[in-house]
């Protein structure tokens, strides 16, 4: 259903419609009854206005419309409505006609009414028998005529309520719209709050069709608040139960390997699997906080270059390592965003960058501003990644070929994901490439500006 107000407006004119033509086809039909029956009435009036008219008369078959009557007005006035006339003596002569009505009988010398044909037309025939003049008079009227003249009587009182119809479909469309207005309300108020508002919608005047669905709103913005509460306990209880245990088993790895005169692989690969514990744990937590539906920070003004230099310098222990080169290009940009959200997206992009690019490889992260849309794009010097797996990259937990590059530096296939839920909640745009520059891997990302749409997601 696309609309309710349309499905209800066009329901509604519908059935007004099939009620009207039924009512209209009823009223027809009995308007048409009474109307032969009001003309049958007059044909009468006509035969006794004709018998007054002419008391005595024995002209042998002489045409009414010749006769100098006073009352020739009126009969000229009949002869319009398509009205013959005939009068015969009591033994069947005829003395007097009108000028449309034929010389031979137009019908049976019998009482009543009837239907005929002459002249080319079907009539309806009176015939009176006038005892006092001892004559039998017959008058007719064309049935067509007669059908016209009741139809377009009908028709002008069926007309205004054909046009009634648009008019009461525009009423509908309104009352509708009106009747529909705490829906748009209900809808109003829940759009104009915020992520993180769950508190219950208060509406007044609520119609009694309303209530259960604003009931189960609330219920349902409460049991979200209620969920959302165990998420934010479980994952601060986690990354108190989880770090505590893992910094422990650090600082007993260093110790051992403190204590022994020279190195030894096991506690070396006891190191490396605990710093990856370390690492995995870390971005599980981040990407939990990070989840959109959870995400309950104000975004301010903040400046993304300096953000850059401060995700560079955390990252760039690492490059060294592998004697890679970083070039920072850009300068001071300002946009709106979460400072820390927007940080540990670029540092996920740099450990990326520097985990793939080759040893002495190079890696470019550049800040640019145009217009209202800031731009930051991370290029290395690495093998990229295949265009068919453009979209596979930022799934949870997934490695192209399983980390296939040879890389001392742990991973916990996170990395990409969290920086897919933080460019959600920025409502920016990502893409990736191939490197025009250093031949590997382009992650450009778009951030609009205040007067800028940006399509949010990947591309």
């Not at 005939?86 to 009837?114: C, D, H, K, M, W």
């Not at 009176?126 to 009908?154: G, P, Y």
């Amino acid at each position: 259903m696309a609309s309710i107000r349309l499905f209800l407006t066009m329901t509604l004119i519908a059935i007004i419609v099939l009620v009207t033509f039924l009512s209209a086809l009823r009223g027809y039909r009995q308007s048409m009854q009474q109307a032969e029956t009001l003309f049958d009435l007059q044909l009468l009036e006509h035969v006794k206005l004709l018998t007054l008219l002419t008391p005595g008369v024995d002209a042998g078959s002489v045409v009414l419309d010749e006769l100098l009557l006073p009352e020739q007005a009126n009969l000229e006035m009949e002869d319009q409505l398509l009205i013959a006339y005939q009068i015969f003596s009591e033994a069947g002569r005829l003395i007097l006609r009108s000028s449309n009505a034929p010389t031979q009988q137009i019908a049976e010398l019998e009482v009543g009414y009837s239907d005929i044909n002459f002249n080319g037309y079907r009539w309806r025939a009176l015939v009176v028998e006038d005892l006092v003049n001892k004559h039998w008079v017959m008058a007719a009227q064309r049935i067509d005529a007669r059908f016209e003249l009741a139809e377009s009587i009908i028709l002008q009182a069926v007309i205004p309520t054909v046009w009634s119809i648009p008019v009461a479909g525009v009423l509908i469309w309104l009352i509708v719209g009106f009747g529909l207005r705490p829906i748009n309300q209900l809808a109003a108020e829940v759009r104009r709050r915020e992520v993180s508002d769950l508190s219950a919608v208060e509406m007044d005047g609520v119609p009694a069709e309303l209530s259960p669905l604003t009931r189960s709103t609330n219920d349902l913005l409460r049991r979200l608040q209620s969920s959302f509460a165990r998420e934010k306990r479980f994952a601060a209880d986690a990354a108190h139960e989880l770090r505590t245990p893992i910094s422990v088993l650090k600082v007993q790895v260093h110790n051992v390997l403190a204590g022994l005169e020279k190195p030894d692989a096991t506690v070396e690969e006891l190191k490396h699997g605990v710093d990856a514990m370390g690492h995995l744990v870390e971005q599980i937590l981040l990407l939990n906080k990070m989840t959109p539906d959870q995400y309950i920070g104000q975004f301010e003004q903040v400046d993304i270059y300096q953000l850059a230099v401060d995700a560079a310098g955390i990252e760039h222990p690492q490059m060294l390592k592998k004697g890679q080169v970083f070039e920072l290009q850009g300068n001071s940009t300002l946009m709106r965003g979460d400072p820390t959200a927007l940080r540990s997206m670029i540092q996920n992009l740099l450990s990326n960058a520097s985990k793939y690019a080759p040893e002495e490889g190079k890696i470019i992260l550049s800040v640019n501003k145009d217009k209202q849309l800031v731009t930051l794009q991370v290029e290395d010097s690495g093998p990229g990644v295949p265009e068919s797996f453009h979209e596979r990259v930022f799934d949870r937990f997934y490695r192209l070929d399983g980390d296939r590059h040879d890389s001392t530096i742990s991973g916990s296939g996170l990395g990409l994901a969290i920086v897919r839920h933080i460019i959600e909640m920025h409502s920016a745009r990502i893409k990736l490439s191939k490197s025009e520059l250093l031949g590997g891997l382009c992650v450009t990302v778009c951030f609009p500006g205040q007067e800028n749409s940006v399509e949010r997601g990947i591309s």
